[in-house]
């Protein structure tokens, strides 16, 4: 059988544009090499965020996306029923605040940049922020309140994409993975040859999250995405004392360098068990996942400038995932320019939770010919800032 | 097969007789055996489960057993968050079972 789409990562990228593609009429086949949700969506967080992105066409997308949750959200939890486990939705809002003297002035600044393209961030003051976080250091020099920050439960979410999409007709299959493209005598994609045969289709979509630089490379159409290594620490559970996302300014950096080496800045949360989650790290290693003290070190004592109680917590396990990393920091949401047939939907970051909602109403609107709620040309594979990475790849 | 204390009787193991101790849980004297963890006593009590969730209050007892998955931790002698299986029991330990409800977050 003949598939409009094969989507190549069930991952929640690929969950989300599978729902909407197969709502909108489309045989969808969604592919992964291991199971659903096995990758970077089951490896982090499950931000939704807007705070930590600057003005700029990955603001746009994310402010989007957070408009589009809670609707879907709602969606998911009547279309699937009581028996599907919720995706625990919840506008929790982020606390950023910045923990240096010098650190207090960028912080404002950006802000400032923020609330001029509509994010509701709220500058307050030291005695308002510990009202928000009581707990939190009294040596804090600066705080913005982001009400719209938010997060699900990762792997729930794209599980329930998936078990969405199933019911609007398409087909996951996991445990098979793509090793080329099916090509006819114009060079054109039609297909996608894997380890359990070769399957044909219309068009085929790379959603392999870190895994797509390899997957596109595989298909003859490579786009520059390098896994980017990220830990979290967890804390064994305790009382309740942390109520929001609270990072420290600094997160915005380490978020935003290209820097190789190890990139640390505090990212602190409880969650409902009474854990707490201690992150993040950011670190170019290729797929080496061997565990480093170093990371861990780093990472325990940056939060403390947060929370100095947490010097008294116990911690329990450490965790982390490969972050689609891109070289000039925005995903590639589009069809490829270089090869008919091929489209892209990857390189978030660690920003793929978020986003995966409206990556797919662009790659939805894109397949089937409607205009986009959003302008999707930042996103394009041409654009001039891949150029330079995409020079060296002309297509098999 | 039950929670409950393997008679020494029955034990082929021909285990040496314990010494009998009891540990105060929720104000409830329960009795054990030197040597046991206070996961040990809770369970040959027959009791499979002291602790709920802050999410939806659901119960939790011992699920790995082995000092992993902090799902068995009860306040000991005034000390929260303590694992029930690695903790050894002592004679006269007052053992709070607990609940921490989830917060009201103010925005």
Known sequence: MTSDVVIVGAGIVGAACARLLARSGLRVLVLDQGAGAGGTSSHGEGNILVSDKGPGAELALAQHASSLWPGTADELSNELGANFPSIEFDRKGGLVVATTDTGAAPLIAFAETQREVGVDARMLDIAEARELEPSISDTITAAIFYPEDAQVQPVIATEALLASARLAGADVRTGIRVTGAVRNGAGDIVGVRTDAGDISAAAVLVAAGPWSGEVSRSLGAAVPILPRRGMVLVTTRMTHRIFHKVYDGDYVGAVSSSDADLQTSSVVESTASGTVLIGSSRQQVGFDDRLQVRVLQELAAKALRLFPFLAEASLMRSYGGFRPYMPDHLPVIGRDHRVEGLWHASGHEGAGIGLSLATAEIIAAQMTGTKPALDAAPFRLDRPTLARYLAEDVPA | ?107
Not at chain 2, 62 to 82: A, K, L, P, S
């Open chain 2, 1 to 107: 097969m039950s929670p409950g204390l393997f008679p020494r009787s029955e034990d082929g193991i021909r285990p040496a007789a314990s010494d009998a101790l009891s540990i105060s849980v929720d104000g409830k004297t329960v009795d054990g055996l030197a040597g046991q963890t206070i996961a040990g006593v809770l369970l040959g009590s027959g009791r499979l489960a002291w602790r709920k969730t802050s999410s939806d209050g659901s119960p939790r007892g011992v699920f790995c057993g082995i000092g992993v998955c902090f799902d068995c931790i009860v306040e000991v002698n005034g000390i929260r968050d303590v694992r029930a299986c690695q903790r050894r029991a002592r004679d006269g330990d007052q053992v709070i079972s607990q609940h921490d409800p989830l917060p009201e977050v103010t925005e």
